[in-house]
T-cell receptor, first 111, second 114 residues
């Protein structure tokens, strides 16, 4: 079983629509990251959140860390075809050197 | 470009063979991580090295081994290869093993075992 559960697994929307991807766990994380990966390439770090309740914005992307530091969400406003990709959340727990990844959400934005 | 380099980009080999994947971390990064990504398993952590020493182990098979050299580059050795070892192998680096554990990934090596 995955330490981090992402939902939905797949998301297909029309250009201009909004979307939200969720990342949930029963564990508390000292930090949580979001990555985007395109086919055949390595994941690219988008953002890191460390404080419960923290909200970070990256252009049309808004990232939120849950108050209890057990969950996170990624919201994309007015999605564009360039937002297409696999979105991965990854968490780091205290005293754990490993980064645990969710299974990912495949986002497809149709023109 | 993350600054992490991996070679080779593609590798095709036969079952039972042994291969070595190479990774150079970003300048100044002391930690190197290896991951395996297959369609049915997602991104799986294999092993981490920090400044030449093994720091953490994940789901790494006994047929696989890794090391980090004094110049901080790392190699992942895969032996007695099986069809199921076909996957993308990623290396990532980070400056420390600290709280945020941000990792920067290389472009990956696609291994095909025939």
């Amino acid at each position: 079983t995955q330490l981090l559960e992402q939902s939905p697994q797949f998301l297909s929307i029309q250009e201009g629509e909004n979307l939200t991807v969720y990342c949930n766990s029963s564990s508390v994380f000292s930090s949580l990251q979001w990555y985007r990966q395109e086919p055949g390439e390595g994941p690219v770090l988008l953002v890191t959140v460390v404080t419960g309740g923290e909200v970070k914005k990256l252009k049309r992307l808004t990232f939120q860390f849950g108050d209890a530091r057990k969950d996170s969400s990624l919201h994309i406003t007015a999605a564009q075809p360039g937002d297409t990709g696999l979105y991965l959340c990854a968490g780091s727990r205290s005293n754990d050197y490993k980064l645990s990844f969710g299974a990912g959400t495949t986002v497809t934005v149709r023109a | 470009d993350s600054g992490v380099t991996q070679t080779p980009k593609h590798l095709i080999t036969a079952t039972g063979q042994r291969v070595t994947l190479r990774c150079s971390p970003r300048s100044g990064d002391l930690s190197v991580y290896w991951y395996q990504q297959s369609l049915d398993q997602g991104l799986q952590f294999l092993i981490q090295y920090y400044n030449g020493e093994e720091r953490a182990k994940g789901n790494i098979l006994e047929r696989f081994s890794a090391q980090q050299f004094p110049d901080l580059h790392s190699e992942l050795n895969l032996s007695s290869l099986e069809l199921g070892d076909s996957a993308l192998y990623f290396c990532a680096s980070s400056p420390t093993s600290g709280r945020t554990n941000e990792q920067f990934f290389g472009p990956g090596t696609r291994l095909t075992v025939l």
